[in-house]
């Protein structure tokens, strides 16, 4: 069955550093690929999605691109801030159907 | 446009009793999702639907759990009898359909207490 596996947190980080957050999945075929953002006490909400091979999604400074060779889907953004502080999901889903979420990264910047 | 609503946000209850938790979709959005998130497990997917149809119960953890859709603008997840280890946050999120890819847009929760 499809999977995702994402790195396990935390990650702590300073202002302006540089972050990536690796994701990977098993699937048969080519899904759709998504990264989900959860901040302190909200619910999940869409930070940027691709849905074909060499997709780069793009959103508020994070981007991801969609990597079938390497079945890879990592985040990254070139300067974060304390404000980026969360929980970041990878998740993949298929059309008209549930989406499979990775474990969840907790992402710390300090300033 | 509103959001997806869940009610309450907030439930404190006994062991034992019986606990209903609330979703309201986003209007003309044909999924309907329940998630739980525990610190242990993570985020799970109990149970969704399609056009209020139940479509994979797989997730809900025991008979003490089950969820209905009577329409499309509404859903309960209940728990009877509730127990400690239900305490977690729930989420509701739902989903259009059409396109080649499925975004769900999450409501804010409802922090569970078991006691």
């Known amino acids: 069955g499809d999977s995702v596996t994402q790195m396990e947190g935390p990650v702590t980080l300073s202002e302006e550093a540089f972050l990536t957050i690796n994701c990977t999945y098993t699937a048969t075929g080519y899904p759709s690929l998504f990264w989900y953002v959860q901040y302190p006490g909200e619910g999940l909400q869409l930070l940027l999605k691709a849905t074909k091979a060499d997709d780069k999604g793009s959103n508020k400074g994070f981007e991801a691109t969609y990597r079938k060779e390497t079945t890879s889907f990592h985040l990254e953004k070139g300067s974060v801030q304390v404000s980026d502080s969360a929980v970041y999901f990878c998740?993949?889903?298929?059309?008209?159907?549930?989406?499979?979420f990775g474990g969840g990264t907790r992402v710390l910047v300090k300033p | 446009d509103a959001g997806v609503i869940q009610s309450p946000r907030h439930e404190v209850t006994e062991m034992g009793q019986e606990v209903t938790l609330r979703c309201k979709p986003i209007?003309?959005?044909?999924?309907l999702f329940w998630y739980r998130q525990t610190m242990m497990r993570g985020l799970e997917l109990l149970i969704y639907?399609?056009?209020?149809?139940?479509?994979?119960d797989s997730g809900m953890p025991e008979d003490r759990f089950s969820a209905k859709m009577p329409n499309a603008s509404f859903s309960t997840l209940k728990i009877q009898p509730s127990e400690p280890r239900d305490s977690a946050v729930y989420f509701c999120?739902?989903?259009?359909?059409?396109?080649?890819?499925?975004?769900?847009?999450f409501g804010p929760g409802t922090r569970l207490t078991v006691l």
């Open positions: 639907f399609n056009n209020n149809v139940p479509i994979d």
């Open positions: 998740a993949l889903g298929w059309r008209g159907n549930k989406l499979t």
């Open positions: 209007s003309g959005h044909d999924y």
């Open positions: 999120a739902s989903s259009p359909i059409g396109g080649s890819y499925n975004e769900q847009f």
